[in-house]
Each structure stands twice: as structure tokens, then as C-alpha cells.
């Protein structure tokens, strides 16, 4: 008698065990990909690249961040940067100017920080107060200094694929997809949104050679923008094995417009209120939950292209520093004033 009872429990875990085997595959979900455990990869590598080039003889590097009023987005993110700067071993100032300084009062600090050798990076956080030329003032940056990869200059060589200081949001979306293993050569892929800080880089790293100076990814990429119709787009997402998300529009991307096993990478942050609690929270450009349900791979908001955008930003500033090396004094005053 009790054996019979040991086997019919048996043969009810097994049962049971096959039902779980069953709906795990039915249901299984993306992989969510944690640009928190890859940016802590990046910052440890940028700090041991910076205890080398300090152990070498070299003054340890220094980013200048200006900073122009007084938005709490942008102090925040300024903070973020600092800090990261300091856990890798960069030294860091934040200079802070009231938001009715004048172009050319902000065009003179600038023109000042590019002198200073001892200056290796140099950004100017954005956005500005709109009676300043953000144009001008990311070109007035020295090429050699411009951690943000704003320059027209470098600008430019990316587009030519020549090495240079590439735009640090795109950046780190090339080292998610890359360091995930996600294949790019000959893959469609969809950028959804087309600035020219975010979306435009991201298009042209996806796209070009992968066998020129600064590799590209092979990719066939179609970008998107506001003109662009919901169906139009969602006919491109549906057939698409990447799709990156960089419109600034929450919900933008839903699970019916992505085939099973994509990779989706969300840039998006939006501020939207909780309908529960009624506080602002952040959101990204993706149904998170909803897509996860379909794609092979995601990231999440908070917590995935922001701190990879960070960590890039150490690499750009360890990069200028050792372009000093290349660049002379005397070459770094002829690019300031180009």
C-alpha cells in the first residue's frame, strides 16, 4: 500500500514538473538586459586604464562640466557624471553659471577651459536656455576636449567612420548590443527617432562598415521620425531584429509591433504620473511590460541605457586626455577657433 501511494506521488510531481516545463516555454520571457551590471563593467575597466596612465608619469585625468540655471534634470544627470568621474579616478569640476549668462560670455569660458592644459574633458550640459545657440556652442568646444561628441569635427569622423569621440547615449547602445552578444551584420533594424545627438549616431554605428577604422555594425537601418505614420512604423518594427526606441514618446513601441525574438533597446525617458500613486516616475519610449512578453531581449527604464551613457562619458574623457599625446598645444588652439 505504500508503495502504490509513493508511486502515485511520483507520478504526480512528474505531471507537475511537465506542466511547469510547458508553460515556462510557452510564456518564457525576454532577457532584461542590465545597463547597470554592464556600465559597472565599463567603469572598472576605465579605472584600471586610468591607474595605468597615471602609474605611467601621466597627470590623471580632469573633466570640466558647465552647467547653465537651474533645472533639476540636468543637475541631476551633471551629478551623476561627477560621481562617476570620481569612482574611476578622474578628477572633476562643475561650473555653474546662471541661466541669463550671455552667448558670448559662455563662448569666452569656453574658449578659456580649451586653453587650459590642464583640462582634458570638456562638456557643456544641455539643454541650454533658448536664447543660447546650442549649435554654437557644441562646435565652439575643441574637438580634442569634446566628450560629448558633439563637435561638428567629430561628428564628421564618425560618419566617415574614422575613430573619434563618439556621442556617448549611441555609444553605449553599440557596447549593449555588442557586449550581449545580439548579431547586427546584415540584421534590420529600426531606430525610432532622429536627432542628432541620439538617434542619427545610433543609425550611422549600426549601419556602416564593419571593417573600416571605427567599425560599424552592417546593419540594414531604417529610421523613423514624427512624420512618420503608426502603421508605417509598426510594418518596419514587425520585421525588424533591432529595434531602438529614441523618440522621447512613452508607449511608443507595443508588443503587436514586435516579431517574436527581437531585441529592443529603449533610449526613452519620459516623466509620466503614476496612476496609482499619482507621483512622476520614469518611463522609457517601450511597453516594458508588455514587449518583454515577446522579444528576446530588452532594456529596461531606469537602469539601462542611462548608466551605459555615463560610463561611456569616462571612456571619452580617458580618450582626451591620451589624444595630448596627438594633439599639440598648438593644434588644440587652431581647432578651438575653427
Excluded at 578659456?112 to 568646444?141: F, M, S, Y
Excluded at 558633439?150 to 553605449?172: E, K
Excluded at 517574436?260 to 519610449?285: C, H, M, S, W
Aim: hydrophobic share 40%; proline share 5%; with cysteine.
Amino acid at each position: 500500500m505504500a508503495a502504490v501511494r509513493t508511486l502515485r506521488k511520483l507520478c504526480q510531481h512528474s505531471q507537475h514538473q511537465l506542466c511547469k516545463l510547458h508553460t515556462s516555454a510557452s510564456r518564457q520571457e525576454a532577457v532584461v538586459i542590465s545597463g547597470k551590471k554592464l556600465a559597472r563593467q565599463i567603469r572598472e575597466e576605465a579605472r584600471a586604464d586610468v591607474e595605468s596612465w597615471v602609474m605611467s608619469g601621466n597627470r590623471r585625468p580632469h573633466l570640466s562640466v558647465i552647467l547653465v540655471g537651474d533645472n533639476p534634470a540636468s543637475h541631476s544627470y551633471v551629478l551623476n557624471k561627477t560621481r562617476a568621474a570620481a569612482d574611476v579616478g578622474i578628477s572633476s569640476e562643475t561650473i555653474l553659471k546662471h541661466s541669463d549668462i550671455s552667448e558670448e560670455e559662455l563662448l569666452d569660458l569656453i574658449y578659456k577651459l580649451n586653453t587650459d592644459h590642464r583640462v582634458d574633458g570638456l562638456l557643456v550640459q544641455l539643454p541650454l536656455p533658448d536664447h543660447i545657440d546650442e549649435r554654437a556652442i557644441c562646435n565652439a568646444v575643441s574637438p580634442t576636449k569634446d566628450v560629448d561628441g558633439f563637435h561638428v569635427v567629430n561628428v564628421g569622423r564618425m560618419c566617415l567612420d574614422q575613430s573619434t569621440m563618439l556621442p556617448a547615449t549611441p555609444w553605449g547602445v553599440w557596447e549593449i548590443i555588442k557586449r550581449t552578444g545580439i548579431p547586427t551584420l546584415g540584421k534590420n533594424v529600426v531606430v525610432a527617432g532622429r536627432s542628432k545627438n541620439v538617434g542619427m549616431p545610433i543609425a550611422m554605428l549600426l549601419h556602416t562598415d564593419g571593417r573600416h577604422e571605427r567599425p560599424g555594425g552592417d546593419a540594414t537601418v531604417t529610421i523613423s521620425h514624427r512624420y512618420t505614420p503608426k502603421e508605417q512604423l509598426r510594418h518596419h518594427t514587425q520585421i525588424a531584429d533591432i529595434v531602438v526606441a529614441a523618440a522621447g514618446i512613452p508607449n511608443l513601441i507595443t508588443a503587436d509591433m514586435i516579431k517574436e525574438g527581437a531585441a529592443v533597446i529603449d533610449v526613452g525617458i519620459n516623466r509620466v504620473q503614476d496612476p496609482v500613486t499619482g507621483k512622476a516616475r520614469l518611463v522609457g519610449d517601450v511597453d516594458f511590460e508588455g514587449v518583454r512578453q515577446k522579444a528576446g531581449f530588452i532594456t529596461p527604464v531606469p537602469g539601462g541605457v542611462g548608466p551605459m551613457t555615463v560610463a561611456m562619458l569616462m571612456k571619452n574623457t580617458i580618450k582626451a586626455a591620451k589624444n595630448v599625446l596627438l594633439f599639440p598645444p598648438e593644434r588644440i588652439r587652431m581647432a578651438a577657433a575653427s
